[in-house]
């Protein structure tokens, strides 16, 4: 529920008053906004690996001798690769990039805002998985 708020209607509201009330006329040269997006999906495409791990620890296994389940005590395991095996929470890192990437690429002081935002909540849940590693 919180992901949805924090996404549909907090993010959606911040743009939308921005973008609609504030329009800035900043542009960037078309080489900076190429690499801009091209940071963005990067990062994206990275946050997209991050959960892809997260995901097979999930998994339900197929019989004993399936091996691309990767938990089956159904213990907490510690993730690796993709940023992992530099913070505990790699999803979160690559996600914080890709906002701070949009914000610098759209200039918008909402988007400043949210990313702002967004960095401190996933910050909040990202000492608490930390924390759950630990243990």
């Known amino acids: 529920m919180i992901n949805s708020f924090h996404y549909w209607i907090l993010f959606a509201l911040f743009n939308a008053t921005e973008l609609y ?8 040269s078309p080489p ?9 999906a990067f990062f994206e ?5 991050c959960h892809t791990i997260l995901g097979n620890f999930r998994k339900s296994p197929k019989n004993k001798d399936d091996e691309e389940y990767v938990n089956l005590a159904k213990e907490r395991q510690i993730p690796h690769g993709c940023g992992f095996d530099t ?19 759209t200039r918008n002081y909402t988007a400043y805002l949210f ?21």
């Not at 913070?87 to 701070?100: P, R, T």
């Not at 990313?115 to 243990?135: E, G, L």
Request: hydrophobic letters at 50%; glycine letters at 6%; a positive charge.
């Open 21 to 28: 009330f504030f329009p800035s006329g900043h542009t960037y």
């Open 115 to 135: 990313t702002i935002f967004s960095i401190v909540q996933m910050a909040q849940w990202a000492k608490d998985k930390h924390r759950r590693y630990q243990k």
């Open 32 to 40: 900076v906004i190429a690499g801009l997006v091209g940071a963005w």
């Open 87 to 105: 913070v505990s929470c790699a999803n979160y890192f690559w996600e914080a990039l890709g906002w701070i990437a949009y914000s610098l690429l």
């Open 45 to 49: 495409f990275m946050n997209f690996k």
